[in-house]
């Protein structure tokens, strides 16, 4: 691979915008980095780790080779609105195109997905006459959902997944009256493949049967059938199987897996078992974190104002830890919630705005606590939690309490300065 390439497929793959995908260049990327980004922050454990990154310094990010090399045209708009990626791009190196003026060809593609329900193949670098930018395929999955989010139409909001053994781009999207739908795309062509898409809404929950932590009687939910935003970007499964979609903001939140082969609705787990004041969603942009052996899955829960209610299996404010087998679906088998969580839940400082990193695993011959995950949310703190055992019950929060000395993660012996003892990380 010459040094050029590896410099455009660096700076692609780490393209942010707006309402269209600019390249940055950047130095030179190590010719031992895979290039392929599939899944937000580049693995399914939320690292956005990369062995082979050089580190960033003054002298080569101030030099000329950091600048735009390429954007693409504008994304489409809809009803006067312009398009908005809240969704990350996503990078494939090699993609063969399948349809369209630019069949049978393989390029370097960026994959996007806009707020206006609109998901893209951009080529990434020259190939022959075709410009870098150019857009190789384009997708319309539906009228976007408006009012929406942020006040721009709510289509796409969380960042898709690539599975490239099968070769396709998983997206959710809202339509029309507030439908949330997931999608699988051939990435070759970006056509939805057949039996999708998969429907996401309270009334496909009650008739599958596979809501967990759920009180039947209180029908939850019934009434708010979009679920209020899907925010979390989506994550896969390791053999693929269960494409895991989570929803949130404001209202009781859900994880939803979906099965990819028989696309349906699989499984699902509610953050709070009897809803009130529509607390407790699973918003953060990273979504699910999976831990790279034993497949748990793992997601952090928000709050609202007013969020606060002690009850047993009310997880607002907490991280929760699950397994998900056939015949099972989801259940909970550890948790974690700070110990002031009672402060945080009333005045809308949500834990899962920040997301949960699974840290890789240390070498046990140095550490009784090798496995390891991150989380830290709209407080500033972060929160060292051992995956192995979380320290909460499965049938409700802890006591609520100000003394920062008693969290049960794992805390530096020396008092930190935001709470003059010991307590977890503030970081600003």
């Not at 969704?87 to 369209?100: E, K, Q």
């Not at 499964?237 to 897996?257: K, M, N, Q």
């Amino acid at each position: 691979m010459d040094s050029s390439r590896r410099q455009e497929l660096r700076s692609v793959s780490r393209c942010l915008s707006a309402s269209m995908i600019v390249a940055v260049l950047g130095g030179p990327m190590p010719a031992s980095a895979s290039p392929d980004v599939t899944t937000f922050h580049r693995n399914p454990q939320r690292t956005g780790w990369d062995d082979a990154e050089p580190s960033l310094t003054r002298k080569n990010v101030s030099s000329e080779a950091f600048r735009a090399i390429w954007e693409s045209p504008a994304f489409d708009s809809v009803g006067g609105k312009p398009a908005r990626l809240y969704a990350s791009p996503l990078y494939v190196d090699r993609m063969r195109v399948t349809a369209g003026e630019f069949a049978r060809r393989t390029f370097s593609v960026v994959l996007a997905a806009s707020s206006n329900g609109f998901v893209y193949a951009v080529n990434a670098r020259k190939a022959g006459s075709v410009v870098p930018g150019a857009i190789l395929w384009r997708t319309k999955l539906g009228k976007p959902c408006y009012p929406g989010f942020d006040g721009v139409n709510t289509g796409v909001l969380s960042t898709p997944v690539v599975d490239m053994h099968r070769r396709v781009l998983y997206v959710t999207t809202c339509e029309d009256q507030y439908a949330w739908k997931a999608y699988a795309l051939d990435i070759g062509n970006g056509r939805p493949l057949p039996n999708w898409p998969v429907h996401i809404n309270a009334d496909v929950l009650s008739r599958a049967g596979v809501a967990q932590n759920v009180d039947q009687a209180a029908s939850p939910q019934s009434d708010r059938p979009s679920f209020g935003s899907q925010r979390g970007a989506l994550n896969l499964s390791p053999d693929g199987r269960h494409l895991y979609v989570t929803f949130g903001e404001s209202v009781t939140g859900w994880i939803v897996a979906v099965d990819t082969v028989k696309p349906a609705v699989a499984a699902a787990f509610a953050s709070v078992a009897s809803p009130h004041n529509y607390a407790g969603g699973i918003w953060g942009a990273g979504g699910p974190a999976i831990s790279q052996g034993g497949g748990r899955v793992f997601v952090a829960t928000g709050t609202s104002f007013g969020g606060l209610k002690i009850q047993p299996h009310d997880w607002v404010q907490s991280v929760l830890e699950l397994s998900d087998s056939k015949g099972n679906g989801f259940v909970l088998r550890g948790t974690y919630t700070p110990f002031n969580y009672c402060a945080t839940a009333a005045v809308d400082i949500d834990l899962g705005s920040g997301g949960i990193s699974i840290i890789p695993d240390l070498d046990p011959a140095v550490t009784t606590t090798p496995h390891l995950l991150a989380v830290g949310g709209k407080q500033g703190n972060v929160y060292l939690v051992n995956r192995a055992h979380l320290p909460g019950r499965l049938d409700q929060r802890p006591a609520c309490s100000t003394d920062s000395s008693r969290d049960a993660s794992l805390l530096s012996p020396k008092a930190q300065p935001q709470f003059s003892s010991p307590g977890p990380l503030n970081v600003f």
